[in-house]
């Protein structure tokens, strides 16, 4: 009998690679409209989100405050966002989309939306909404 793999049965090791699997062919897609992957995630987060202070963004997009930070400037500079002080506390920063952030992640939504569905096209309707669930729950 040959015992299974520690990895084989790891949550941390099959969430790895599930996300792998599911993000390697639609980065592609990204690279291809000119974004980095940071630059993605940060569109897709603000496309449909009031702004974000730049702490609660880097949370989002899965890294670190100095990285978003300069980041969030560049972008600015390319005009996809837009940084404005925090009318609550004016030593945060809050980031912004603008109407050419939108232009350009757009038709990535709508992309990673397709990929998604062919990604999840295995399972039924119910394991869907049971898989999300229980990501949102992990998260």
């Known amino acids: 009998m040959i015992a299974q793999r520690f990895v084989d049965g790891y949550l941390g090791y099959l969430l790895g690679q599930a996300n792998h699997?599911?993000?390697?062919?639609?980065d592609r897609e990204v690279r291809a409209a000119?974004?980095?992957?940071?630059?993605?995630?940060?569109?897709?987060?603000l496309h449909d989100s009031a702004p974000l202070a730049?702490?609660?963004?880097?949370?989002?997009?899965l890294s670190k405050q100095p990285t978003v930070t300069k980041l969030a400037q560049r972008m600015s500079e390319q005009g996809w966002v837009r940084l404005l002080a925090d009318p609550?506390?004016?030593?945060?920063?809050?980031?912004?989309?603008?109407?050419?952030?939108?232009a350009v992640v757009?038709?990535?939504?709508?992309?990673?939306?397709q990929h998604e569905a062919r990604t999840l096209?295995?399972?039924n309707a119910a394991e869907?909404?049971?898989?999300?669930?229980l990501l949102a729950k992990l998260t």
């Open 21 to 26: 699997a599911v993000y390697k062919e639609f």
């Open 34 to 45: 000119g974004l980095s992957s940071i630059e993605w995630r940060v569109l897709a987060t």
């Open 54 to 61: 730049v702490s609660r963004l880097a949370l989002e997009v």
């Open 128 to 133: 869907i909404t049971a898989l999300k669930k």
């Open 88 to 102: 609550r506390d004016q030593r945060r920063t809050l980031v912004a989309i603008t109407a050419a952030g939108l």
């Open 106 to 113: 757009k038709p990535l939504i709508d992309a990673a939306r």
């Open 121 to 123: 096209s295995a399972l």
